[in-house]
């Protein structure tokens, strides 16, 4: 799929700002900038290295000032918005064209002259490769200068006055050296250093809506030009990168090539949009180095892998897309930090010890080991990782951290105090904006079939116990339909708590619907896909909450007291849809018909992929009216929900 802007995308920069490509490397590293070549974020970059997979990541080239002599005239290529006073770089103003296919891709026009540029993040590899194609028409010498932005600051963090910037010229290049880190440069341009100069008034029109840090800072100590005479053409060249031995442009723009084609053909979609999506799937896999396997990053730019995020990612895009090494990968490095029956929630860095604060991730490895099984037959890992399996269920019924336990009726509940357990997990300023202490809708339909799967597999061999599991699989179901069925509403409550909270109707109960094994009769199945239909579907995700609940907020953004509040409080959210649109399938009995419908709402899906983060879909919209994406711009789980749900469709034709 072929990703085209023109200039009335950005007749303004604003309007350029809008949008923006992302380029990962797999080992958690990106490049990212607006379509216009700006920054509108702190967490944007030319270069986001990486040094310790995934996670410790330096903003190391922030952005390229670039600009073209034509004889006497000068010219900007690149945009930047500085401090709102009507200061910018207003390259946008010469750019004819931007494009995405495998990498970003810009045209430029000035009188005479023509620029077309290109920038490649390697994959493995923390090297960008930018290069610049000139034609001169315009009758007089021609000269391209770049000067790299730098800041070598950890992610999200700001250059100090004090820091120090080393230039050194090399043979064919430079390097740059500041905080530790060493920038490589290899140009066929003329690399030149001067003294380092800092710009304090770079503006980030993205994170002040979010409101957060307004301002950033940058250095630079080096310039590379390159010259074209009259009537002539020529390519600049300016690969970047933390390793010495720098690969020439070409070859990082042919392994990228084929890295992503080789993803197209494993995922084996004929259909673009699902075709487009399993590459955006691999944007989030990375290499851990603390675990020497893989793991999924849960978003850009913010997120690290979290283990829901990842359980609920992984089915799509890694199942749905064929890459079950991938899978098994990551499921053997939770398998191996289950404690006392706990997934973890995140691995931190450095010597400190994993989160284990979340009451779903145990459940859903259960879940997405079977969907593992079922899509690969490979028995020989399920036999692997049982006894792990055996042990969460065992710690659920016995109780285990942040008062996840099963009651008397079979059911889990989870969390006390401050504690949230469940995806709905903002706490802020001592306040929990969706409190769901008690027992939630969907921990107990993954439970219910987490329950069902070990059943199966113990009757098919690979342990005992087979009729317990069905008998308190079978309690569970009982308990289940008396008490969360809502007949005034014709839905599932959310929570059994006894407070107010029960009876909102959110998106959690569709979890309930769309699992394998079934816990509600199926008349009630189809009244609760009707019910989330009505209230809270949306092409680009479900609500969180329905609109005529007096909590109900309709707009994400501003400070992060706002934001927090509002964020599973009416926000939707695109990876619930997945789940959504698999109940609708299974209510309908996957006619001719159901696939038919869920194929055309699907399709519009499509202009979300060209707004924001170009062929991503993002973390989250507003509630009300979801016009722009927000959050991350790119979202592990939403990609991998709906992926799964076009490899549903897939297997029922």
Request: glycine share 8%.
């Amino acid at each position: 799929m072929k990703y085209m802007f023109g200039k009335y995308d950005w007749a303004t920069l604003a309007r350029g700002e809008a949008y923006c490509y992302l380029m990962t490397n797999g080992l958690g590293g990106f490049s990212s900038q607006t379509i216009v070549g700006s920054c509108c974020r702190n967490d944007q970059a030319v270069l986001m290295a990486c040094t310790h997979a995934p996670n410790c990541r330096y903003n190391v080239v922030h952005r390229l000032r670039e600009t073209v002599k034509v004889g006497a005239r000068e010219y900007s290529l690149s945009s930047q918005d500085f401090q709102r006073h009507g200061l910018a770089e207003r390259g946008y103003e010469a750019l004819a064209a931007f494009s995405f296919v495998d990498y970003p891709q810009w045209s430029y026009c000035l009188p005479g002259v023509t620029v077309e540029k290109t920038l490649v993040l390697e994959e493995g590899r923390n090297t960008v490769a930018v290069t610049y194609r000139l034609t001169n028409r315009s009758g007089e010498t021609v000269t391209l200068s770049v000067e790299p932005q730098m800041q070598f600051v950890p992610k999200g963090e700001r250059v100090t006055p004090r820091q120090q910037f080393a230039f050194r010229e090399m043979p064919g290049g430079a390097a740059v050296e500041s905080n530790g880190l060493t920038l490589y440069l290899k140009t066929n341009g003329q690399c030149r250093g001067h003294e380092t100069t800092y710009c304090d008034t770079l503006y980030y029109t993205k994170d002040v809506e979010d409101g957060k840090m307004a301002l950033g800072r940058t250095a630079a100590n080096h310039t590379v030009t390159f010259t074209v005479e009259a009537g002539g053409q020529g390519t600049l060249e300016l690969v970047m990168g933390l390793e010495p031995d720098l690969s020439p442009a070409a070859e990082v723009r042919r392994k990228t090539e084929a890295f992503r084609a080789e993803i197209r053909t494993k995922a084996g979609f004929e259909e673009a949009l699902p075709a487009h999506l399993s590459l955006a799937a691999m944007q989030f896999i990375s290499h851990r180095v603390s675990t020497g396997k893989k793991t999924i990053l849960a978003g850009f730019p913010f997120f690290e892998d979290w283990g829901r995020d990842t359980m609920l990612a992984l089915p799509g895009c890694c199942l749905s897309t064929g890459q079950y090494e991938t899978a098994r990968s990551i499921l053997e490095t939770f398998a191996a930090y289950c404690r006392r029956g706990l997934m973890p929630n995140l691995f931190p860095e450095g010597t400190e010890q994993p989160w284990y604060n979340t009451a779903d991730a145990a459940l859903l490895f259960i879940l997405t080991v079977y969907a593992y099984e079922q899509r690969t037959d490979d028995n020989a890992f399920v036999r692997q990782v049982y006894p792990v399996m055996e042990e969460i269920v065992r710690w659920y019924q016995a109780g285990t951290d942040y008062h996840i336990h099963m009651e008397v009726d079979g059911l889990i509940a989870a969390g006390d105090g401050d504690e949230q357990v469940t995806w709905m997990d903002v706490r802020v300023e001592g306040h929990l904006p969706t409190p769901r202490h008690g027992k939630p809708v969907e921990i107990n339909a993954y439970w219910y079939n987490a329950l069902r799967m070990m059943e199966q597999w113990a009757r098919a061999g690979l342990g005992t116990g087979a009729e317990a599991y069905g008998a308190l699989a079978d309690r569970v179901r009982q308990s289940f339909c008396e008490k969360f069925w809502n007949p005034a509403l014709g839905c599932l409550r959310d929570v059994l708590s006894g407070t107010e909270a029960d009876d909102q109707i959110r998106c959690n109960q569709i979890w309930a619907v769309s699992q394998p094994f079934s816990l509600l009769p199926p008349e009630q199945e189809a009244m609760v896909v009707e019910t989330v239909y009505r209230h809270l579907y949306t092409p680009y995700g479900l609500r969180t909450l329905s609109p005529e609940d007096r909590e109900f907020r309709p707009f994400y953004g501003g400070a992060q007291l706002d934001r927090d509040l509002a964020y599973h409080q009416g926000t939707i959210w695109p990876f619930p849809l997945g789940a959504y649109y698999l109940a609708y399938l299974k209510v309908h009995g996957y006619s001719a018909e159901a696939r038919a419908q869920v194929h055309q709402d699907l399709a519009l899906l499509e202009p979300a992929l060209r707004e924001g983060c170009i062929g991503q879909l993002p973390e989250i919209y507003d509630g009300e009216n979801p016009v722009a994406s927000k959050g991350c711009f790119a979202q592990a789980w939403s990609v991998g929900e709906l992926l799964r749900v076009f490899d549903a469709l897939r297997m029922a034709e």
